[in-house]
């Protein structure tokens, strides 16, 4: 069963300080992985996207890196922010059929402390 | 700045009303899609479309409906409101690009909540 799981489910930090979310997937065949952040009461942005063949991306202070042997993503924050609060969300695409699809992560609800 | 609008964000109505939630997209793309997202659940594709008079059912049973008449526009209906529909209802687009539909990021809206009384 294609599958996307994440950890940890809710994570507090104080500003200034980092922290890396992890998602594992057992989408096959694997297409593509992305990661979405989703503010209160916003819909999802897309932050970053990576193929098979990267394994590393990174988008001002979030790198995305990603095992596709192991099926393991993470998403590292720097320096954080209080706009960082949020829920990130790691989605997987497949290519196994002509239209492919999107499994979704619940994502993991981070909170930044001043 | 958002290019997909939902309307309305927020409704709360009674059982048996019917309901339409409406969705534009000002950025000309082909597909557009309708998810349903509850509290620290994942999201889940109730409907999809792939252009005008293309429309096509999701993962997750829904007793919603769809029509895609206009490029732009994809209102979703509920034709009699129960309890169960409780839910955020999230509206996205994406271009057609190359290969599957994940290969192109989707752009959301800001979502529509829903309560049935």
């Known amino acids: 069963k294609n599958q996307v799981e994440q950890s940890p489910q809710s994570l507090i930090i104080l500003e200034g300080k980092n922290c890396t979310l992890q998602c594992n997937y057992t989408v096959s065949p694997f297409s593509n992985l992305r990661w979405y952040k989703q503010d209160t009461g916003r819909g999802p942005v897309s932050l970053t996207i990576?193929?098979?063949?990267?394994n590393t991306k990174s988008n001002g202070r979030y790198t995305a890196t990603l095992d596709a042997d192991t099926k393991q993503s993470s998403l590292h924050i720097t320096a954080s922010q209080l706009s960082d609060s949020a829920s990130y969300i790691c989605v997987v695409s497949d290519r196994g059929s002509t239209l492919g699809r999107l499994y979704f992560g619940r994502g993991t609800q981070l909170t930044v402390w001043p | 700045e958002a290019d997909i609008y939902q309307t309305p964000r927020y409704l709360v109505i009674g059982t048996g009303k019917k309901i339409t939630l409406e969705c534009s997209q000002t950025?000309?793309?082909?597909?557009m899609y309708w998810y349903q997202q509850d509290p620290g659940m994942e999201l889940h594709l109730i409907h999809y479309?792939?252009?005008?008079?293309?429309?096509e059912k999701g993962d997750l049973s829904s007793e919603s409906t769809v029509s895609r008449i206009r490029t732009e526009h994809f209102p979703l209906t509920l034709e009699s409101a129960r309890p169960s529909h409780t839910s955020q209802y999230l509206c996205a687009s994406s271009e057609t690009g190359e290969g599957d539909y994940g290969n192109q990021p989707q752009h959301f809206g800001d979502g529509t909540r829903l309560s049935i009384l």
């Open positions: 990576m193929t098979f063949s990267e």
């Open positions: 950025m000309g793309h082909d597909k």
């Open positions: 479309s792939y252009g005008v008079n293309s429309t």
